[in-house]
């Protein structure tokens, strides 16, 4: 056994966000995204032993405001309070965007302010809500911390998630995009480049735009083709980076029904550009809503798949964060996440 297992950060303030509504298919259904994911994984941590389990450390708002503005995190704060004020019977959800032609100023009314802080309308936002967002960026900092310190990889056991997150826009369940925070503290920290890849199920569009422009911040997503699924409007294969950034974000897409054999090209050729990069750290948004019986993905990956993936994950040799994201058939999310570790340990 590995005489320094991988250590697990979690919060249990991740349950304070447990709304009750996403709308999807014209229905409020119970969230996809839900406490038990969190929970489940977890389980599974102290099941397999995988190894020490922290809480995390308070790093106030400063490293999320290395990524978000100023004003998006004032509105994360108070929307739910704004919303009450309001009289609003139920759940906060956007329902008005600035179309094309439209403008994009600051409405002081709260549905103004929603529609202008998000990009989609599934995710609620109710009491607790900032508190678990906040947690979930702790929990992705604290791990990073580990890695700084000297741990070659850390488990970031966050939720909510955080890939969709732009600097200022909330959607597809995520506030505050923990990848991105930790790859600019590492950034902060002297680090020079740092590779994110995002195996997730879903484009990372917010990770995407967060270093859009930039060439220390190489950002890698493997997902399923955005013409046919969320987040629709970003992702596609010419999206190459602009500016400094020209040659530095990579999108790889996938049909529905694709399984690990064609995935895993991707993977290498997602690793192999991470190998031409050389960065000094990695950050892994890992989605395992790529596997087989995910309720609202469409790819083949089965449970020993991730074995595999994390096996190629720590050929890279590379100081590794792994923050959790998407995920839904709550039954084998923890194996699945799990395996991911255990594979990188050297599990086969
Ligand atoms: C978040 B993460 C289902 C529509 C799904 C939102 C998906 C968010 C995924 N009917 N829309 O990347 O796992
Ligand atoms: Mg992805
Ligand atoms: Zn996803």
Redesign the pocket.
Known sequence: KDPRPMKTVFSPLHSRRHVRTEL??GLLIEP??KPSRAETILARVKDQALGEILEPEEFGLAPIQRVHTPDYVAFLETCWQDWLAAGKPGEAIPAVWAGRGMRHRIPKDIDGRLGYYSF?A?TSISEGTWEAARASANVALTAQKLVADGERAAFALCRP?G??AHADLFG???FFNNAAIVAQAFRDQGYGKVAILDV???HGNGTQAIFYDRADVLTISLHGDPDLV??HFLGFEDELGEGTGEGYNLNIVYPPGTPYSTWSQGLETACERIEVFKPDALVVAL?V?TFEHDP?SFFKLASEDYLSLGQRLAQLGLPTVFTM????DVDAIGVNAVNVMQGFEGKS
């Open positions: 999807d298919g996809h995204e989609a599934e998630p890939h969709h597809g369940y995520c997730d199920f879903h969320f987040p989605g809503d609202i994201e998407g995920g839904y």
